[in-house]
Every structure is written in structure tokens, then in C-alpha cells.
């Protein structure tokens, strides 16, 4: 037994020393990034130009993207249908001082009938009226 607790042992050291070289190894590939990275960010901001870092989503960016063109699409929705209404009210008042126009010729064609029919009325009266005074007179 006390082989096999030596084999587990030497299992265990092995790993763990295993464990400590990659550990070390990610910890040096991990300061090699941050130091490219810090050599990427100053050349970036020397530079003064707008980047996009690769920390964020294609996702995101991709949802952003089709949200504006949602947006865009909204918007000439909208345009059109301000277009249609103006041209639509634009026909309507056309159309509604045409009716306009025909109903003032209508009243004043009317307007002179009922003229003419009370000056003929008129007439009557006082051709009546003389009648009137005539026969009262003759009598």
C-alpha cells in the first residue's frame, strides 16, 4: 500500500506542479495582453481617431443597426402618410368650394325668383288695392 500511496503522491505532485506552470503561463500571457493592449489604446489615443473596441457584441451592434433602420423606416412611414393626408385635404377643399361655389349660385338664382315672384306679388296688391279704391270711389 504504501507504493500506491507514494504513486498517488507523485500523481499529485505532478499535476500540481502542472497546475503551477500553466497558472505562471496564463499569468505571463495575461500581462504580455495588457501591456499589447495598453500599447494599442495609447497608439489609438496619440491618434485621436474613434475606434470600436472588440469588447462589444456583434449583437449588439447588429441589433443596433437594424433599431435604426427601424427608425428610418418609421420615419419615411410617416412622411408618407403626412404626404397622402395633406393631398387628400387639399382634394376635399377643392372639392368642398366647388359644392360651395354651386350652392351661392343656386341661393342667388333663388334669391332673384323670389324677388321677382314678390315684385309680382307686389303688383297684384296694388293693382287689387286700386280696384278697391275705384269701386269704393264709384259707389
Known amino acids: 500500500m504504501s507504493g500506491d500511496r507514494e504513486e498517488?503522491?507523485?500523481q499529485f505532485e505532478r499535476r500540481a506542479g502542472y497546475a503551477a506552470v500553466t497558472t505562471e503561463f496564463l499569468v505571463r500571457v495575461g500581462k504580455h495582453m495588457d501591456r499589447e493592449d495598453e500599447r494599442e489604446i495609447?497608439?489609438?489615443?496619440?491618434?485621436?481617431?474613434?475606434?470600436?473596441?472588440?469588447?462589444i457584441p456583434l449583437a449588439l451592434?447588429?441589433?443596433?443597426?437594424?433599431?435604426t433602420m427601424?427608425?428610418?423606416?418609421?420615419?419615411?412611414?410617416?412622411?408618407?402618410?403626412?404626404?397622402?393626408?395633406?393631398?387628400?385635404?387639399?382634394?376635399?377643399?377643392?372639392?368642398?368650394?366647388?359644392?360651395?361655389r354651386r350652392q351661392d349660385e343656386d341661393s342667388q338664382?333663388?334669391?332673384a325668383r323670389v324677388?321677382?315672384?314678390?315684385?309680382?306679388?307686389?303688383?297684384?296688391?296694388?293693382?287689387?288695392?286700386?280696384?278697391?279704391?275705384?269701386?269704393?270711389?264709384?259707389r
Open 115 to 138: 324677388t321677382a315672384q314678390l315684385t309680382e306679388v307686389k303688383r297684384a296688391i296694388e293693382a287689387l288695392t286700386t280696384q278697391l279704391e275705384r269701386e269704393r270711389r264709384s
Open 8 to 10: 498517488r503522491r507523485s
Open 61 to 67: 451592434l447588429l441589433f443596433l443597426l437594424m433599431q
Open 70 to 100: 427601424a427608425a428610418v423606416w418609421w420615419a419615411a412611414t410617416q412622411s408618407a402618410t403626412t404626404t397622402s393626408l395633406k393631398e387628400a385635404e387639399i382634394a376635399r377643399q377643392i372639392v368642398q368650394t366647388a359644392v360651395d
Open 109 to 111: 338664382r333663388s334669391e
Open 42 to 55: 495609447s497608439e489609438e489615443a496619440r491618434s485621436g481617431q474613434w475606434h470600436l473596441g472588440k469588447e
